[in-house]
């Protein structure tokens, strides 16, 4: 049977990698990008591959049980590979029950239409992309495991360990056949400027203030987007039914150590006099309930599966900041809000 894989998510950031890498790589598949278009949505990140013969974008909620059913008829959908999430902490913080709507009710309706339409639960794979923010805060030192025991500490971690619960239990109860990969923060092209860094480098251009939680002390580890896809790919293709895998960049960075990085790059990419840029930032309260560290352990997807990063943080931020600068007019589209009327002009 020809694969007609759904990706949920798949206008967001880390999700138009994935469906770009799977439309180009693999022509015999038909790639479902289903995403309902929040403000994280923007399909011009994909226009480079939306005349492809083997891609569909279908405009669908996942909490919608009814045309999300129909989608899975209508496309015969074989295998999910589920990004559909909200994902920023902060926002978790201010409006938890949007993130329990959408991370965790969606991902059981999203199950739910699976297993209904999946006669043979053993021939299709439900891949469920998940956040090494379920496992807490390493403050005591050590790294995250796929043992590592659950402890989110904010909203979005929180759902995002409920939806975990629930594909496993799906496997457990149902005997459906799935895979859960946790991931370290990503950054690259496309991202959404709310994020740390590509807010960063928007702020520094406009010399606006850099905002910078507490100390910044924060520690993350940080994988570069791409590198991300490549690792769903190698799970989606070679990953052990039931098994979960931790994909890490093995780059640990403190929050302030990246801002002054990306101040030191701007200021070389403007033409600014070094150390002009650092004096815009500006530290803030602390986030509520702010994890001190995440770090991944990354051995077994590069045991098992032969997946390793193939950049380092240094490399690749200098690729991303370059993006950012070569594409103004896709932040400006971001930033402006004009990016929300790309469907409609392309797609009605």
């Known amino acids: ?9 798949g206008a967001g950031f880390i999700g138009s990698h994935v469906v770009r890498l799977f439309v180009n790589k693999y022509p015999e598949y038909r790639i ?24 569909v974008f279908s405009k669908v909620d996942i909490n919608e049980e009814k045309l999300l059913a129909k989608v899975f008829n209508d496309f015969q959908i074989t295998d999910v590979i589920h990004l559909a999430a909200e994902s920023h902490v902060d926002r978790s913080i201010s409006d938890p029950l949007a993130f329990v709507k959408t991370n965790v009710m969606g991902t059981v309706n999203l199950l739910n239409t699976a297993r209904n339409f999946w006669k ?9 992309i998940s956040t090494d923010e379920v496992y807490g805060s390493l403050d005591n030192g050590g790294y995250f495991t796929e043992d590592t025991p659950y402890d989110p500490q904010s909203p979005y971690s ?4 409920s939806s975990d619960h629930f594909v496993r239990a799906y496997a457990n109860t149902y ?3 799935t895979v ?3 991931c370290s923060n990503n950054y690259g092209p496309n991202q959404f400027p709310e994020k740390l860094i590509p807010l960063c480098i928007h702020n520094i251009k406009e010399k606006k203030p850099l905002p910078v939680y507490g100390k910044g002390e924060n520690v993350r580890d940080w994988l570069y987007v791409e590198d991300h896809a490549r690792a769903i790919d190698e799970v989606f293709h070679n990953g052990l039914p039931g098994e979960t895998y931790n994909i890490g960049g093995f780059n640990e960075w403190k929050n302030l150590a990246i801002v002054e990085l990306l101040c030191k790059i701007m200021d ?41 990063p193939s950049l380092t943080f240094e490399i690749g931020i200098e690729k991303t900041v370059d993006w950012y600068l070569e594409n103004e007019p896709w932040l400006k589209g971001v930033t402006s809000g004009e990016y929300l009327h790309y469907y409609k002009a392309h797609y009605s």
């Not at 803030?284 to 599966?305: M, P, Q």
């Open 1 to 9: 049977m020809k694969k007609s894989i759904l990706i949920t998510g």
């Open 32 to 55: 479902i990008n289903l995403d309902c278009l929040t403000y994280a949505g923007n399909l011009e990140n994909l226009k480079d591959i939306e005349d492809k013969d083997n891609y």
């Open 120 to 128: 043979d639960l053993g021939n299709h794979l439900f891949y469920h």
């Open 158 to 161: 929180a759902s995002k360990a």
């Open 175 to 177: 005997g459906m056949k």
């Open 180 to 182: 859960i990969s946790n």
């Open 268 to 308: 070389e990419r403007l033409g600014r006099s070094a150390g002009e840029s650092a004096k815009l930032i500006t530290f803030v309260k602390d986030r509520a309930g702010h994890d001190l560290r995440y770090a991944i352990d990354a051995k077994k997807i590069n045991t098992e599966l032969g997946w390793e």
